[in-house]
């Protein structure tokens, strides 16, 4: 079993910039898939980052490519979300997820994939 907990939420105006943690317990995460996902008032969870277990790719919506970026620091069993140039459409609950599986630089992409979740953070973004 793998607890996420996920912090670093808050409220940000447009142009900010946010770093969202999720620090896991119960297994180290060296071998474990990671992603951030997150879900809108009235919409759809959809997917933002990931990040393979052997930490060697990476793999971001279209929505954030170049302004958010997905790290792990294995040492400390957390993995980060750094999100810059915030706009208001980036606004919801964050979750970050784990995925055991053995592919050294895959990196899923949709939610089924992932096998636990935390229990979300949410980023408020104003115009």
């Known amino acids: 079993q793998v607890q996420l907990v996920e912090s670093g939420g808050g409220s940000v105006q447009a142009g900010g910039s946010l770093r969202l943690s999720c620090a896991a317990s119960?297994?180290?995460?060296?071998?474990?898939?990671m992603g951030w996902f997150r879900q809108a008032p009235g919409k759809e969870r959809e997917f933002v980052a990931a990040?393979?277990?052997?930490?060697?790719?990476?793999y971001y919506a279209d929505s954030v490519k170049g302004r958010f970026t997905i790290s792990r620091d294995n040492a400390k069993n957390t993995v980060y979300l750094q999100m810059n140039s915030l706009k208001p459409e980036d606004t919801a609950v964050y979750y970050c997820?784990?995925?055991?599986?053995?592919?050294?630089?895959?990196?899923?992409?949709?939610?089924?994939?992932?096998?636990?979740w935390g229990q979300g953070t949410q980023v408020t973004v104003s115009s």
């Open positions: 990040s393979s277990w052997s930490n060697s790719a990476t």
């Open positions: 119960g297994r180290t995460i060296s071998s474990y898939a």
């Open positions: 997820a784990a995925d055991r599986n053995y592919y050294s630089n895959y990196t899923p992409k949709y939610g089924y994939e992932y096998d636990y």
